[in-house]
């Protein structure tokens, strides 16, 4: 269990904050996590903010900031932030496509005291890759990239996120990964949230070729045992259980927007209602304990059954929130990935369906798109 908040023992004190520094980003994946209305460069927080932020961070026992997006490295002040997370001794871990100007910053990222990085991969093969990044002549950037990241001999992990696009590649990841000298491969399959969810039909694998990749995963984990480690994140509609997502709101990561807005995960927005403040009116720990976002579904006196009188309650947290609300359109519902869920037969029939038939084109991610997410009730009604 993590530390308590200092005058708060009934709230647990943060681990993780994800800094979400930009949305910009050369690439364009149908299954990117931030939201449809992405932040624009004109309203992003500046460099002394961010620093404020993560000494705010540090004070409320924060371990790990990871810098992210978008594209963390298309900020000049990358360097600058990451400096700021070395000097509060807070564990960077930058999460990048490493394209555009990723690779130009890395020594200089290195040399102010960067500890990890995660670099995505959305194919093995390059052209599969590419089209499902939408961006042509990513995949030679990356791997020149990961080259650099090994040679400084920072530790480097891939991740890999997997769909009905890529699901027989998933070998070829493993492969990949041994191949570019990384410690750790995710094979995290999508989690239909933002753009993903949108873009369901188009990224639903079936239930054989999931069964397949995790039979592969569990089997280069034996193979690969001391030299690779291998995380799997299963698909949330063909699971038993669902997972505690962000590890339970509002127990151990905060996610702060571009904009510095400041959510328990990083699909909360979507949740109609809640009030999210900000950290240029108010502090991380006051936003962290008292903030109307963070106390709405904080421990379980707002769980509905079956999750109220569940003795996994407070193992996963009741699951995901965001996908109580897009499938079951309410948020304090169960989430129907669980299988204790009276609507979770039918969010598996509408996977077995999706995976089906023939996929829709990808709608890719774009700053200022007009997309509107289908949140209205699929399994509902
Ligand atoms: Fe978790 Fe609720 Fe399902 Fe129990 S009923 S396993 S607490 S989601
Ligand atoms: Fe918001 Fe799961 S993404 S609680």
Redesign the pocket.
């Known amino acids: 269990m993590n530390a308590l908040t200092p005058n708060r023992p009934d709230v647990p004190a943060p681990v993780g904050l994800l800094a979400e520094l930009t949305h910009r980003c050369p690439l364009r994946c149908p299954y990117c ?1 931030n939201p449809l209305e992405l932040d624009r460069r004109s309203g992003e927080l500046d460099t002394a903010t961010w620093q404020r932020v993560l000494t705010e961070a540090s004070g409320l026992g924060v371990l790990h900031v990871h810098l992210s997006g978008g594209e963390p490295t298309a900020r000049n002040d990358i360097v600058e932030i990451t400096k700021t997370c070395a000097d509060l001794g807070l564990y960077s871990n930058l999460i990048t496509s490493g394209v555009g100007g990723a690779l130009g910053k890395l020594q200089a990222l290195y040399d102010v005291g960067l500890d990890h990085v995660q670099l995505s991969v959305q194919g093995v093969d390059a052209q599969n890759a590419e089209k499902i990044g939408g961006l042509k002549n990513a995949q030679p950037q990356k791997f020149e990239f990961a080259a650099k990241v090994v040679e400084l001999g920072l530790p480097l992990t891939l991740n890999s996120v997997i769909h009905r696009g890529n699901i027989h590649e998933v070998e070829g990841f493993i492969d990949l990964a041994v191949k570019m000298g990384a410690k750790r491969l995710e094979v995290a399959h999508t ?1 239909y ?1 933002g753009w993903a969810y949108v873009n369901r039909a188009a990224l639903m694998p079936d239930k054989a070729q999931v069964d397949a990749s995790i039979r592969i995963v569990e089997a280069a984990r034996e193979r690969l045992k001391g030299q690779l480690v291998i995380d799997l994140v299963v698909p949330d509609y063909y699971a038993k259980y669902p997972k505690a ?2 590890g339970g ?1 509002g127990r151990k990561l905060m996610n702060v927007t571009p904009q510095g807005k400041v ?6 927005e ?2 109609p209602g809640l009030e999210f403040w900000h950290v240029t009116e108010h502090s991380l720990g006051e936003i962290w304990r008292d903030s109307p976002a963070f106390t709405a ?1 904080r421990g379980t006196d707002w769980m509905q059954e079956p999750c109220r009188s569940c003795d996994r309650r407070e193992k996963d947290w009741g ?6 609300l897009a499938l079951a359109g309410d948020a304090a519902a169960t ?1 129907p990935a669980c299988s204790l869920s009276p609507l979770h037969a039918k969010v598996r029939a509408l996977a077995v369906e999706e995976a089906a038939e023939t996929p829709p084109d990808y709608v890719y991610r774009t700053i200022g798109s007009n997309v509107r997410s289908p949140f209205k009730e699929d399994v509902n009604s």
């Open positions: 996590s989690q949230y997502c962000a709101w959510l328990p995960c990083h699909a909360a979507t949740i579904y699951g995901c929130r965001c996908q109580a989430d």
